[in-house]
Structure formats: structure tokens, C-alpha cells
């Protein structure tokens, strides 16, 4: 199930979905959450969303940046960086800012990278 931890002074949430635990729907986070279990829906997270290793997901994911060591079927929205540890396996489509795959990892489908524009008005005399 989700849990939350805050410390007294609010500076820190933390998500999570156990090993075991299975959802079926739509999540929605506005901090980091971390998958150890079984998803099948649409994941929405405003910040960095983890797949460990027996995480499991058949879906979306839109967020800002991702470390996957689980499996993942569907499509990704990554902001910033997406990071596929060698454990992970992947298949669908990606859209990213940034693509990292270690040796062993598996990706299988689409990618579209974004690129990012350079806002520094150039000079010119």
C-alpha cells in the first residue's frame, strides 16, 4: 500500500508500493514514488518515479525523471532523465529529455528524444 513519511520539519515525502501489493487504476503523486509491486494503470508523479526490481507496471507513466530495474509495458513520459539499470526491461514507447541505458538492460520500441533549447540569448554585434 502507499506510505508516506514526513519529518517533523516537512522537508521530506516518500511513496511507495510494496512487493506484493498489486494496483489497479490510477496513481497520482506529487512527490518521488518508489514501485516494488504490480501495476496496471496510469502512474502521474511530479517527481522521480523508481521501479525496483519485482516492480512490475503495464501502463503510463508521465513524470520527470525515472530509474528502472523492473519491467515496464507501455508508454513513458520522462521530463528530464530516464535511467534504465541492467536489471530492467522495457517495452513500448518512450518520450525523454534524457536517455541512460546500462549494459544488459532491455528496451524494446519507440523512442522520441526532446530536445532541450538553449534560453541564453545569443549576442551579436
Known amino acids: 500500500m502507499a506510505k508516506d513519511n514526513n519529518n517533523n520539519n516537512g522537508a521530506s515525502f516518500h511513496n511507495a508500493l510494496t512487493a506484493g501489493s498489486k494496483v489497479v487504476g490510477t496513481i497520482t503523486a506529487d512527490s518521488d514514488f518508489r514501485i516494488d509491486g504490480h501495476v496496471e494503470g496510469d502512474i502521474t508523479c511530479k ?25 515496464i509495458e507501455g508508454k513513458m513520459t520522462v521530463s528530464e532523465t530516464l535511467t534504465l539499470r541492467q536489471t ?9 529529455g534524457t ?15 526532446t530536445k532541450k533549447t538553449n534560453t541564453t540569448p545569443s549576442k551579436t554585434k
Open 47 to 71: 517527481g522521480k518515479v523508481v521501479v525496483g526490481q519485482k516492480g512490475f507496471i503495464k501502463g503510463t507513466i508521465d513524470c520527470m525523471n525515472a530509474e528502472i530495474y523492473g519491467t
Open 88 to 96: 530492467a526491461v522495457v517495452t513500448g514507447e518512450i518520450n525523454i
Open 99 to 113: 536517455l541512460i541505458i546500462e549494459p544488459n538492460a532491455a528496451f524494446n520500441g519507440t523512442c522520441v528524444m
